[in-house]
Structure formats: C-alpha cells, structure tokens
C-alpha cells in the first residue's frame, strides 16, 4: 500500500483521482450513517429502547454500528423506505385532488365573467355577444 500512495504523488493525476476518491467515500458514508439513523426512528414496531441502543451502538462504533444494522436490518430497511415514499405521493395525491375540488361552481362563473369581460374590452366580443354569453353563465 505504501508504494502505491508514493506512486499516486509521482504522479499529480494519480494524487487527485486518490483525492478525489476518498472524498466521495467519506461523503458515501455519512449518507449511509444518516439514512441508518433516519431509519431507525421510522421503524414503529422497534421501542424506544431499542432505538436508543442502535442509536448508541452507531454512535459509539460507527463503522461496525452501520455494518451490522445493514446486515440485520437492511431488507426491512428497504421495505420502509418503500411505504414511506407510497405514503408521501398519497398524501400529494390527496392534496392535489383536495385543492383541484375547491374550485366552487361560484368561483368558476365569476372567473368565466371576468375572461367575458376581458374579451369585450379588448374589442373581441361585441356588447351583444357578451350580453347572451353572461345570460348564458348566469342562467
């Protein structure tokens, strides 16, 4: 190993890829630790108990802390990470058919006389064609 780090600063190209390596892995990794932690407080069906052993187990020994929690968890992990995105998009979905449903018939003709109006002033209706347009909405 060590020949390798003196060929990797012979050569400057070499000294950056390495660089740039263990930076990228170092960022792979606190993703992982924090995706681990946020998991453990999604899981309802662990105590808190437990929890706080995972979290202190992660804590202490971080490296073999994540290792053995992707080992013993990591299927359930996925799992929750599943329902926990299907739980968000049915709650946008509840959300967009709520507002789209707030639109009142009173609110739609008001809008619709405001365009008539719009189109009579900007000399594309007649007064008689916005007469029987707005008797029409009206009605």
């Keep these: 190993m060590h020949a390798a780090v003196d060929l990797a600063y012979d050569y400057p190209v070499l000294g950056a890829f390495w660089t740039v390596m263990w930076i990228?892995?170092?960022?792979?990794?606190l993703i992982l630790l924090f995706r681990v932690v946020v998991d453990v407080f999604r899981d309802h069906e662990m105590s808190g108990w437990v929890k706080a052993a995972w979290l202190l187990f992660l804590f202490l020994i971080p490296f073999l802390g994540v290792l053995v929690y992707v080992i013993a968890r990591g299927r359930d992990m996925g799992r929750r990470e599943i329902k926990h995105a299907q739980e968000q998009q049915e709650a946008f979905n509840a959300y967009i058919r709520e507002t789209a449903g707030s639109v009142t018939p009173a609110k739609a003709g008001a809008d619709d006389l405001f365009r008539l109006s719009e189109l009579k002033a900007r000399g594309?209706?007649?007064?008689?064609?916005?007469q029987r347009a707005k008797q029409k909405l009206l009605a």
Excluded at 24 to 29: A, E, I, T, Y
């Design 124 to 130: 594309e209706l007649s007064e008689e064609e916005f």
């Design 24 to 29: 990228f892995l170092w960022v792979m990794w």
